[in-house]
Antibody, heavy 119, light 107 residues
Framework: EVQLVQSGAEVKKPGESVKISCKSS????????IGWVRQMPGKGLECMGI????????RYSPSFQGHITISADKSISTAYLQWSSLKASDTAMYYC????????????WGLGTLVTVSS | EIVMTQSPATLSVSPGERATLSCRAS??????LAWYQQKPGQAPRVLID???TRATGIPGRFSGSGSGTEFTLTISSLQSEDFAVYYC?????????FGQGTKVEIK
């Protein structure tokens, strides 16, 4: 059974850093893309970026480039999303999701990690 | 960036009735379109891929059509579990982009 298990909720202050994770199981982690999708409170879905763990090929949406870092550790089948300096506007639910190819749908999703940034 | 525009924003439908949701792309995306369903407090779930192919386990009452810039998701006979928010997503261009969503509510 394919599963994407995300790390727990985070509460941070502006300017702080955070790294959230997405652990995959039930399939070959290296052979599928993992994307990160933001959902701000009461809003829609935004694709932030995507990584291919097999060779760490990573693409960022222009809207998020420079503000986030996406990475993956094949040895533990885990993808990461991190910020070095959070803003209040980063408060959102963050989902990881699997895709069979770069130009494809997201077929399995994690349950989401809520990141709250408040002073 | 491709802009995906969904209409209507909210659709009020009685159980058993048909629901028709629209999605328009700002330029042609061929058939590289997916539809997702999201219920409150849950992650999205893929319903349709390639504009018209139902994902594994999706009931036959869900159907998708269209190509180029105009797409439609039809729910033939709404069940209680279908009241949710629906998003379209294009994956023909990077970055992949989603529509703003259509909320299907009970009339």
């Amino acid at each position: 059974e394919v599963q994407l298990v995300q790390s727990g909720a985070e509460v941070k202050k502006p300017g702080e850093s955070v790294k959230i994770s997405c652990k995959s199981s039930g399939y070959s982690f290296s052979n599928y893309w993992i994307g990160w999708v933001r959902q701000m409170p009461g809003k829609g879905l935004e694709c932030m970026g995507i990584i291919y763990p097999g060779d760490s090929d990573t693409r960022y949406s222009p809207s998020f480039q420079g503000h986030i870092t996406i990475s993956a550790d094949k040895s533990i089948s885990t993808a990461y999303l991190q910020w070095s300096s959070l803003k209040a506007s980063d408060t959102a639910m963050y989902y990881c999701a699997r895709s069979g190819n770069f130009w494809g749908k997201f077929d399995y999703w994690g349950l989401g990690t809520l990141v709250t940034v408040s002073s | 960036e491709i802009v995906m525009t969904q209409s209507p924003a909210t659709l009020s439908v009685s159980p058993g009735e048909r629901a028709t949701l629209s999605c328009r792309a700002s330029q042609s995306i061929s058939s590289k379109l997916a539809w997702y369903q999201q219920k409150p407090g849950q992650a999205p779930r893929v319903l349709i891929d390639g504009a018209s192919t139902r994902a594994t386990g999706i009931p036959g009452r869900f159907s998708g059509s269209g190509s180029g810039t105009e797409f439609t998701l039809t729910i033939s006979s709404l069940q209680s579990e279908d009241f949710a928010v629906y998003y379209c997503q294009q994956y023909n261009y990077w970055p992949q982009t989603f529509g703003q969503g259509t909320k299907v509510e009970i009339k």
